[in-house]
């Protein structure tokens, strides 16, 4: 509890200042990521795994967009893990010139098959990323997402799923 505490009260300290940001106002971006994905905790799971990612979003202020994700993850053992998740998150740009930390957080449904059995699941994940602005158009970045199954008394996954990608986008603008 005193994690999302921290996480809420970071965020809406973050927000409450001013902003001269402009990297995405006005602006839709489509991205592409791959990456690494993990059960750090685990002791019955496959713990290292492969991150492949789409991502849509919109900036609707001068530093706030939202966006959606869709991504695959194969954990591949004798017994392979296979995840799917779709989820929605916010997030905050501090547009730095070209560099462009970002901070954020989401919310994400995921389907979990493995032995021929699946199970949906509801997560929350935590971003941290940076993009760097090739020009107008296109954008490179990394990011670290940290994933809470918040469902997980029931579910065969851990509480915790990290991944970590790579990522090539395009901005297109709205106006």
Do not use: K
């Not at 609707?60 to 695959?72: K, M, N, R, V």
């Not at 919310?107 to 994940?125: E, K, N, Q």
């Amino acid at each position: 509890m005193r994690c999302f505490v921290w996480i809420f009260g970071s965020l809406t300290l973050v927000a409450s200042l001013p902003s001269m940001a402009r990297a995405y106002e006005d602006q839709a971006t489509l991205g592409l990521e791959v990456g690494y994905a993990g059960i750090p905790t685990t002791d019955t799971l496959p713990r290292n795994g492969v991150d492949v990612g789409l991502s849509a979003g919109g900036g609707i202020g001068d530093a706030w967009s939202i966006q959606g994700l869709l991504s695959y993850n194969v954990f591949p053992t004798e017994r392979p893990l296979h995840l799917s998740m779709a989820g929605l998150e916010t997030v905050y740009a501090l547009d730095i010139v070209r560099f462009v930390p970002l901070i954020g957080f989401g919310v994400d449904g995921l389907l979990t098959v493995r032995d021929r059995r699946s199970r949906g699941d509801f997560a929350l994940h935590v971003l941290l990323g940076v993009d760097y602005l090739i020009d107008q158009r296109w954008i490179v970045g990394a990011d670290v997402r940290g994933y809470w199954v918040a469902t997980n008394a029931a579910s065969l996954l851990d509480p915790f799923i990290l991944t970590v990608g790579a990522r090539v986008g395009v901005r297109f603008d709205l106006h």
